[in-house]
């Protein structure tokens, strides 16, 4: 039964990452993507890291619903799967007539299966919310997919980390590592497939291996092979935990050139007594010290972070010390959330919670800094030569405007004469002319 179907997807990459290979299931079985309007069958990939998660949820099954009135004929399908679906579980259904699949991201790869079940069989309901303790392998059973020229490949999933907020390990289960070979098959695929960038996704890439399922290969030594695949032009990852950063990582920035220089570190807070409440693992003294091998190891790299504001006890000089590393690392972007009590964390039960206000107006400081930060950095690379692989043609301007990245992940436009036949994948050396906001302008480079 050939059906229209729509993924809306809320969280990080590695639900981004999700998504993309259920819709490339879904295809497979002879389904067809399709508007949120057309679509007959809705999923809903949902996070609940911050607060909220399931008002989104709500929201977005009530629009379904009034779709399904306006034509019964239709007879919509709503899926519910990722962090919220493993939060909340069954109790969903009863917001929903329409809502008949939940699944957490253990259930991902049996959804597909369970969608084309329910599509022949109206009455149904199906929860595919159980923790396995195998990485359930999704990729091989798909016909090589078109990919564009920068793909994620998910390496892990879960987290044995419990920071004290987060709500990741009560909703992904803990750390599971894949096997390094069906990792590099799947990197092979997707170079074979159009791919010039990948960027390896986990919770914690720095542990990978470490766990039950590890397979004796540890992140770098995973690195370096998957840099080796003919082919491939450049090489990213993320996240990583700086408490878990080896230094054979570190070396690996001085090491394997295609390994772009950038990278998302986060801190969280500058506070010592914050960083120890969080359960972090290091201090900001150690938090630096890591910065600075990684600029003697890669002097361009650049470097990012997610800051939590707000901590439950966070003083004025807490969040002052957050502000001084900020700067002494020098940050080119930060992800910077005021802090929210998640069900079943430590930290929503410490007491001295922060009321909003004076976390919005810490958060708004923040952000003025990181801004002016961020605009000075990109401000600083005009004129310098880069690397841009291109990622398609602008909308406005196709026959000759187009976009792309360069190697910290900045987004450039350029102009590229129709001639010069200039196509998706490439990796073309540009010149930086300007710096508008937030992307980079670039010319080709004589
Ligand atoms: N595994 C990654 C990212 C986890 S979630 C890591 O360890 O870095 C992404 C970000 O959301 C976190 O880095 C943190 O800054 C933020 N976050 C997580 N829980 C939060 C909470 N309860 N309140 C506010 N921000 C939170
Ligand atoms: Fe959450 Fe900490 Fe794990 Fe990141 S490392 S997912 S912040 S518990
Ligand atoms: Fe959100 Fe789950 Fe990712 S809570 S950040 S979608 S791991």
Redesign the pocket.
């Known amino acids: 039964m050939r059906k229209r179907f729509h993924i809306l997807t809320?969280?990080?990459q590695?639900?981004a990452n999700d998504s993309a290979w259920l819709a490339r299931a879904l295809t497979d079985r002879g389904h067809v993507p399709s508007s949120r309007e057309e679509a007959d069958v809705h999923i809903l990939n949902?996070?609940?890291?911050r607060a909220k998660p399931e008002d989104k949820v709500y929201t977005e099954l009530g629009r379904i619903s009034l779709l399904a009135q306006k034509s019964p004929e239709r007879k919509i399908l709503a899926c519910v799967g990722?962090?919220v679906a493993q939060q909340c579980g069954e109790r969903l259904f009863a917001r929903s007539r329409e809502l008949r699949l939940l699944f957490g991201t253990d259930g991902l790869a049996a959804a597909p299966e369970a969608i084309d079940l329910l599509l022949s069989d109206p009455q149904r309901k199906i929860t595919l919310l159980d923790f396995n303790e195998t990485f359930a392998e999704q990729g091989h059973k798909l016909k090589a997919a078109a990919t564009g020229p920068a793909a994620l490949v998910s390496i892990m999933r879960g987290c044995d980390n419990f920071c004290a907020y987060c709500?990741?390990p009560l909703?992904?289960g803990r750390q599971k590592s894949r096997g390094s070979e069906d990792i590099l098959a799947e990197c092979r695929a997707l170079i074979a497939g159009g791919a010039r960038e990948i960027t390896l996704l986990g919770?914690n890439v720095n542990s990978f291996g470490q766990d039950s399922l590890g397979d004796g290969s540890s992140f770098s030594t995973l690195l370096y092979r998957v840099a080796e695949l003919p082919g491939l032009a450049r090489l990213r990852f993320m996240t990583s935990h700086p408490k878990d950063m080896a230094p054979a990582l570190v070396q690996a920035f001085a090491q394997i050139p295609l390994l772009a220089p950038r990278l998302h570190l986060p801190l969280q807070s500058g506070s010592d007594r914050v960083l120890r409440a969080m359960g972090r693992g290091y201090t900001r003294a150690e938090y630096i010290a890591l910065v600075c091998a990684l600029r003697q190891a890669r002097p361009d790299i650049h470097i990012s972070t997610d800051i939590i504001v707000g901590f439950p006890g966070e003083n004025e000089q807490d969040f002052e010390d957050t502000l001084d590393a900020m700067q002494e690392a020098d940050f080119c972007a930060s992800f910077s959330f005021v802090y929210s009590d998640r069900p079943g964390t430590k930290a929503a039960t410490m007491p001295d919670k922060i009321p909003p206000a004076l976390a919005l107006e810490r958060l708004s400081r923040l952000q003025v800094w990181q801004n002016h930060n961020s605009a000075r950095i990109l401000e600083a690379m005009r004129g310098q030569s880069a690397h841009v692989l291109l990622e398609g043609p602008s909308l406005k301007n196709p026959a000759s405007s187009w976009s792309g990245r360069e190697a910290h992940d900045f987004a450039v436009n350029l102009y590229i004469p129709p001639a010069h036949g200039a196509t998706t994948g490439d990796m073309l050396k540009v010149r930086i002319t300007g710096s508008g906001k937030p992307t980079l302008k670039g010319e080709l480079a004589e």
């Open positions: 809320f969280g990080c590695m639900n949902t996070c609940s890291v990722g962090c709500i990741v909703v992904r919770q």
